[in-house]
């Protein structure tokens, strides 16, 4: 399949790529890896007029540790987050979630803000963003302006990103404290998008849980930020799995389609989050 007609444009910095967006507003997509708008395009799902192409902005490629958190650029390539020690020492759950990313050849092209701006709810990186309470940062004419995960997923493959805003970097909270981590997700086949993922951090004493934030994967339109965590506190083992599962379950009303139906996704959730939470308390 091939795309509509289109133009090319090439981005030689953030500020030009920011004019160039204010300029031609929704008549023009910012090309990054390309592993998920050339697919929509050549599907006819997207049909920018214009393509501007930012795969030459360096400014937008780097791992950085700032302010208690993992600061990445959305130009970085996804295999270099699993690459970087830094990255694997101060956000375990995002080291754990980026090998399911595809395959290694979707890594080697795929970037960080690509995967985030794309907004697919079964997607890796989203459901952890959501999970780590993290951010974005979108750049305009007007400014900076950080957005928070929870916010800034609006729906199925939508964000809160206005037509002349480059998402400029993202932001991964590190781990703090007695804090456990694990990403679980099932595919039919590797490399697939998940029929459901879950991705928690859980806050224990000698593995009593005392806090947990769990974010669920292709189960809505949206990654799902589990309700009710609180009720978690105080609770351990077998007892805390299985009100974890209860309240996922409670959060989310999936559909049938034709890789599996609602209830096989509830039961399927279900029972990732009990595996999930009990790795993370370290069972």
Same mark, same amino acid.
């Given at each position: 399949?091939?795309?509509?007609? %289109?133009?090319?444009?090439?981005?030689?910095?953030?500020?030009?790529?920011?004019?160039?967006?204010?300029?031609?507003? $929704?008549?023009?997509?910012?090309?990054?890896?390309? @592993?998920? +708008?050339?697919? +929509?395009?050549?599907?006819?799902?997207?049909?920018?007029?214009?393509?501007? $192409?930012?795969?030459?902005?360096?400014? +937008?490629?780097?791992? &950085?540790? !700032?302010?208690?958190?993992?600061?990445?650029?959305?130009?970085?390539? @996804?295999?270099?987050?699993?690459?970087?020690?830094? /990255?694997?020492?101060?956000?375990? +759950?995002?080291?754990?979630?980026?090998?399911?990313?595809?395959?290694?050849?979707?890594?080697?092209?795929?970037?960080?803000?690509?995967?985030?701006?794309?907004?697919?709810?079964?997607?890796?990186?989203? /459901? /952890?963003?959501?999970?780590?309470?993290?951010?974005?940062?979108?750049?305009?004419?007007?400014? =900076? !302006?950080? *957005?928070?995960?929870? &916010? %800034?997923?609006?729906?199925?493959?939508?964000?809160?990103?206005?037509?002349?805003?480059?998402?400029?970097? *993202?932001?991964?909270?590190?781990?703090?404290?007695?804090?456990?981590?694990? %990403?679980?997700? %099932?595919?039919?086949?590797?490399?697939?998008?998940?029929?459901?993922? *879950?991705?928690?951090?859980?806050?224990? =004493?000698?593995?009593?849980?005392?806090?947990?934030?769990?974010?669920?994967?292709? /189960?809505?339109?949206?990654?799902?930020?589990? =309700?009710?965590?609180? $009720?978690?506190?105080?609770?351990?083992? &077998?007892?805390?799995?299985?009100?974890?599962?209860?309240?996922?379950?409670?959060?989310?009303?999936?559909?049938?389609?034709?890789?599996?139906?609602? &209830?096989?996704? !509830?039961?399927?959730?279900?029972?990732?989050?009990?595996?999930?939470?009990? !790795?993370?308390?370290?069972?």
């Amino acid at each position: 399949m091939k795309p509509p007609p %289109f133009r090319y444009e090439r981005a030689e910095t953030a500020a030009g790529a920011v004019e160039f967006l204010a300029e031609h507003g $929704d008549e023009a997509k910012a090309l990054a890896g390309g @592993q998920s +708008l050339i697919a +929509l395009m050549n599907m006819r799902i997207a049909r920018p007029e214009v393509l501007l $192409d930012i795969g030459p902005l360096d400014e +937008l490629r780097f791992i &950085e540790k !700032r302010n208690g958190a993992i600061e990445v650029g959305a130009m970085t390539a @996804q295999v270099e987050l699993e690459e970087n020690g830094d /990255v694997a020492a101060a956000c375990p +759950l995002l080291a754990e979630a980026i090998p399911h990313v595809g395959h290694s050849a979707i890594r080697n092209r795929g970037t960080v803000g690509g995967s985030i701006a794309h907004a697919d709810p079964a997607a890796e990186l989203p /459901v /952890v963003l959501v999970a780590l309470g993290g951010s974005v940062t979108l750049s305009s004419k007007g400014g =900076d !302006r950080s *957005v928070g995960a929870e &916010e %800034f997923f609006k729906g199925f493959l939508a964000t809160v990103t206005e037509p002349d805003e480059l998402l400029r970097s *993202v932001s991964f909270p590190s781990a703090e404290g007695n804090t456990g981590f694990a %990403f679980e997700e %099932f595919s039919r086949r590797l490399g697939d998008f998940a029929l459901s993922s *879950v991705a928690c951090a859980v806050e224990h =004493d000698g593995g009593t849980i005392t806090g947990a934030r769990i974010a669920l994967g292709g /189960v809505a339109g949206t990654p799902v930020l589990v =309700d009710g965590t609180a $009720d978690l506190a105080g609770l351990s083992g &077998e007892e805390a799995g299985a009100k974890a599962a209860d309240l996922a379950d409670a959060s989310i009303q999936p559909t049938s389609d034709i890789h599996g139906s609602a &209830e096989y996704r !509830r039961h399927l959730t279900r029972e990732l989050v009990k595996r999930a939470l009990n !790795r993370a308390l370290g069972g």
